[in-house]
């Protein structure tokens, strides 16, 4: 496939770039995209694979009746995603949720990138700002932008770079959790994509073990703050567990340790706190712990894990880890459409926008992807309605947040405007849903030709 369509360069190959990269060509746009990988690597990432899971490998809900995050899978799927694409094809057992093998996952989106052929792949990294000559830019470097592009981009905008910690789950070996202690259930035996209702490893504590737990974690050995780390603040939903623990000796029962929906076969009731394990590839040998990111050092690690009914005898494939985070003011910074205000042959996609998670992540890079193919086609630019999901999401990072406080924001349909009548609770949730699907599928129908 041959094209005389004037090149767009994407600089970062993660979930965001992928996305954007893909929907580009998708469209006969062609692509150059660069990810510094392997020649310079990151703080986290552990391939130099396009698209690597380096946090997680769960996509969180995938019910598109009931939930924010659901909605936007399936207004994904709608757009032809690629990252959806190979989520669905490599999906593993995680109850409601939709967890991927991580490496098939992005062994996947990496084949289909590599054959298309509007698509080339450079191994590079772009230190400072692109270009002069490179007219049409989507920058999705991600949380972990290389300092070099990092301190560009702060020069010009005159913003102070906003930052933020992301602290990664411990994962463990399959054959060294003890199965005559810990238990395979999801909660409420809630079946998802994937799954048969029993998709996570349950170990128990009694209220004793809980509070000798959370009395060690506070006391664990942890990873001390260099000078410009002290007063970065944590996104509320990747805080460490110690972290979560300081804020009241109950507060894990009510977060990642929550025993609602669960039973121990071996009592016949509910415990009085539980660590869940969820599958972390699809031969079910590895398997992560759920909400346990940490920023404790290694040994503690080791040695507090294994205090845990069921994981006394625990091997770990990867301890958790602790790394920086950096994001733009977006409100303030960027246009409806994504673009640098200060360089509007710039546009921004993923994380470094202040969206978080995966799915919304890579949400914004396929809204950008779109935008910039429209771009090039000299279609109209149309942003996607604020009902659905995804424009919902771009709303808030573009204008709908205040700029003085503004966080990274995962989709929730506290960000959909409201919806007529009196509906509460389940039937409100299931009528957002339904109006952002409807409205999704009129976005998605073919866009005039711009006006000269």
Not at 148 to 168: C, H, P, R, S, V
């Amino acid at each position: 496939m041959a094209s005389s369509t004037k090149h767009v360069h994407i600089v970062g190959g993660g979930l965001a770039g992928s996305e954007a990269a893909w929907q580009l060509a998708s469209a006969g746009v062609p692509v150059v995209l660069h990810e510094m990988r392997p020649v310079r690597g990151t703080e986290a990432h552990l391939t130099e694979n396009l698209a690597e899971l380096v946090c997680s490998n769960s996509f969180r809900s995938d019910d598109a009746a009931n939930n924010a995050v659901g909605v936007i899978h399936e207004e994904m799927r709608r757009a032809g995603s690629l990252i959806m694409r190979a989520a669905d094809r490599h999906k593993l057992p995680a109850g409601g949720a939709l967890a991927v093998d991580r490496h098939g996952f992005s062994a996947a989106v990496q084949e289909a990138l590599l054959a298309h052929p509007l698509v080339t792949l450079q191994r590079e990294e772009v230190a400072g700002l692109p270009p002069e000559d490179w007219d049409s830019v989507i920058v999705a470097t991600g949380p972990l932008t290389s300092p070099a592009l990092a301190g560009a981009l702060a020069k010009l905008t005159g913003e102070d770079q906003l930052a933020f910690f992301d602290a990664i789950a411990p994962i463990v070996h399959q054959e060294s959790i003890d199965q005559s202690i810990a238990w395979k259930q999801s909660r409420y035996d809630k079946v998802g994509p994937g799954g048969e209702g029993a998709d996570y490893f349950n170990c128990p504590m009694d209220k004793a073990q809980y509070e000798a737990f959370v009395a060690a974690l506070l006391a664990g050995d942890k990873t001390e703050f260099k000078e410009w780390e002290a007063s970065t603040p944590y996104f509320q939903g990747c805080q460490p567990i110690e972290v979560i623990a300081s804020t009241g000796p109950q507060s894990l029962r009510f977060g990642p340790m929550k025993p609602v929906g669960l039973r121990d076969p071996r009592t016949g009731h509910r415990p009085w706190a539980v660590v869940q394990l969820r599958q972390d590839n699809a031969l079910g040998t590895l398997w992560n712990i759920v909400g346990f990111q940490t920023k404790l050092k290694h040994g503690e690690q080791t040695r507090l894990f294994r205090t845990i009914p069921g994981l006394q005898n625990a091997e770990f494939a990867r301890l958790g880890g602790l790394h920086r985070n950096t994001f733009l003011n977006s409100p303030r910074l960027l246009d409806a459409t994504l673009r640098l205000k200060a360089m509007p042959r710039l546009r921004f996609a993923g994380q470094i926008t202040g969206c978080e998670g995966y799915v919304e992540s890579a949400a914004v890079g396929l809204m950008t992807g779109r935008f910039a193919t429209s771009e090039r086609l000299g279609l109209a630019l149309v942003a996607p309605p604020p009902t659905t999901a995804m424009g919902a999401l771009l709303a808030h990072i573009t204008g709908g947040a205040d700029a003085a406080t503004f966080q990274p924001m995962n989709v929730n349909f506290g960000l959909f405007p409201p919806i007529e009548g009196t509906l509460r609770g389940k039937e409100r949730k299931q009528a957002l849903a339904a109006r952002a699907l409807r409205e999704l599928d009129m976005w998605l129908k073919p866009a005039p030709l711009a006006a000269e």
